[in-house]
């Protein structure tokens, strides 16, 4: 199903615990699904509006795979409030009359991003289980191109299931942008050093890494969503070379250190971390020098895990907060010992 209403035809009912969509049924699904003669269909929304603005036309779409109804609703927002809007979308906003600080992100496709800041606290958004759905809607598309006849590659339900891949992989990514400005704002950041893998990817092939960092996973569109998301709340975004930074320590320097997965040790000094933790730390420290030593490295040292560690599991819908444990493998343990607040500050 796909249909379009007029702005003059429906309503909605906004509510922090129950949201609706009310609009009026047109002659054609009168005829088609014998509806009363102007009957109305109320239908529960799940979601926040965005933008404020005047109603456009709205766009209804059936997603078969996951047996719901899609709600596109674009608005008309007048342009001396769109600057005004962007930042009325965040909680927290940069005071830069106060002491700002900088902070350092680490990109991937097992981690979305890894957060150093100077003042020593972290932030990791675990990608994994995201990756994981993704890959099993890639097996259903597989799976019915292989029944197609030889002169056919796709079809309606094939191409459904690749807009509905892309949808929640690029949903994910935008939450996880927008959630960490939050986060950033919060602690008063108002420069933020983002890894170029443009070497790294090049120098570190492999099957499993060319499907991530080109059908699930793309820097440049993470890092172009980091430059437009960050730049709207006024924090500058700057690249910088990210090569080697996970292959030396970024506590005492020696490059004897081994790195299986998330977990990163170093075996001169003993430090035990989360490896994309530690790759922001040394992008950080490259730029800006001596810095506070990064809180909640490792989940297995009791010393290094204090409660200003923050690791966020995508739920779906939402990024929460995520118990070291309740990961989806032995290789997602986290840089933290106990869960954050739900909120961003």
Known sequence: MHGLIRNDLYTFDWDEKRSTLEFGVGDVLEEKYDFEYQERITLDVRGNPQWNGDDSRLELVYDEAADRIRVKHPVCIR??????????????????????HSAAIDVGANNTLAIVTTTGETAVYHARPEYERFRELSGQIAEL??????????????????????????HSRDAAVKHAADWLLARNIDTVYV??????????????????????WSHRQLVARLELTLGDVGICVEQVS?????SECPDCGSEDVSRDGDA??????????????????NVLQNEVGPMARPAALSAEREGDAPESGAYWEWDGHDWTPARFGEQSSPFDQT??????SSQPG
């Open 79 to 100: 342009p001396d409030r769109l600057q005004e809007q962007r930042l009325e979308a965040f909680t927290h906003t940069l005071e830069t009359e106060n002491t700002t």
């Open 145 to 170: 191109q292989s029944a197609l006849p030889d002169d056919r590659y796709t079809s309606n339900r094939i191409q459904r299931l690749y807009d509905d891949r892309s949808r929640k992989r690029d």
């Open 195 to 216: 890894g170029d893998l443009t070497d790294v990817l090049e120098g570190h092939w492999s099957s499993v890494v060319n499907d991530k960092t080109h059908s699930f």
């Open 242 to 246: 990210e090569a080697d930074s996970s």
């Open 264 to 281: 990163f040790r170093c075996h001169e000094c003993e430090l035990d971390a989360h490896s994309d933790v530690v790759g922001a730390w």
């Open 335 to 340: 840089s933290v010992g106990k869960p954050a």
